[in-house]
Structures are given as structure tokens and as C-alpha cells.
């Protein structure tokens, strides 16, 4: 079974900084695809970022482009969340998710089958 553990998140002031972070564990990465979710208080769960685990492909969500950035550590089978420039907006429980995504949708949630528990990041303005 394929285990997701993110950690990282907290409470910061808008303009801060947080990295997010996904261990893997339980089988090979490779040819998966690694993306992270957010949801907030009342909200659907949307996508933010994903990342080809073999190669340098990445995808992100318009309300994140310029601020986040997703990458990854073959060698831990981690995945990162580099979040910049927070905004109150982005105040949500954060989710790594990975499947093959034969077929799928990287922004699609159905599209993963394994997830993390998630970690909490607040933005205070």
C-alpha cells in the first residue's frame, strides 16, 4: 500500500512563506504522478500543483502561478510545496496525492487514488 505523509504547514501572516512537504513510501514513484490539493472550510477540494515523478513536467492551478512551486527528490521519494507570498485566500488543508494517471486528469481529484492526511496552512492578514 502506497503511503503519503505531508508536513510543513502552519500559521502565517499574509506575505509569508511555507514549504510543504509529501513522503512517499511503499512502492516505486516512478512513471506516477504527484499532486497536491487544498481545501478550505465549506469549499470543494481543488487542485493546486502536480509533478511528473520521472520527469521535470509541472502544472499549477492560475491562483498559484508565481507564487508556488512543486518539485521533487527522487532519492527520498518526496515531493515539495515551495508556497510564497501567502495570501489569507490560501488558507486550506493541504493534500498530496499520487496515481498513474493512465488517462487521467492531474487536476481531476478522482484521478488519485492514494492521499496523504493532509496538513494545515493558515493565512492571517
Known amino acids: 500500500q502506497v503511503q503519503l505523509v505531508e508536513s510543513g504547514g502552519g500559521m502565517v501572516q499574509a506575505g509569508g512563506s511555507l514549504r510543504l512537504s509529501c513522503a512517499a513510501s511503499g512502492r516505486t514513484f516512478s512513471s506516477y504522478f504527484m499532486g497536491w490539493f487544498r481545501q478550505a472550510p465549506g469549499k470543494e477540494r481543488e487542485f493546486v500543483a502536480a509533478i511528473s515523478w520521472t520527469n521535470t513536467n509541472t502544472f499549477y492551478t492560475d491562483a498559484v502561478k508565481g507564487r508556488f512551486t512543486i518539485s521533487r527528490e527522487n532519492a527520498k521519494n518526496t515531493v515539495y510545496l515551495e508556497m510564497n507570498g501567502l495570501k489569507p485566500e490560501d488558507t486550506a488543508v493541504y493534500y498530496c496525492?499520487?496515481?498513474?494517471?493512465?488517462?487521467?486528469?492531474?487536476?481531476?481529484?478522482?484521478?488519485?487514488?492514494?492521499w496523504g492526511r493532509g496538513t494545515q496552512v493558515t493565512v492571517s492578514s
Open positions: 496525492a499520487a496515481d498513474l494517471l493512465r488517462g487521467g486528469i492531474y487536476s481531476r481529484p478522482s484521478s488519485y487514488r492514494y
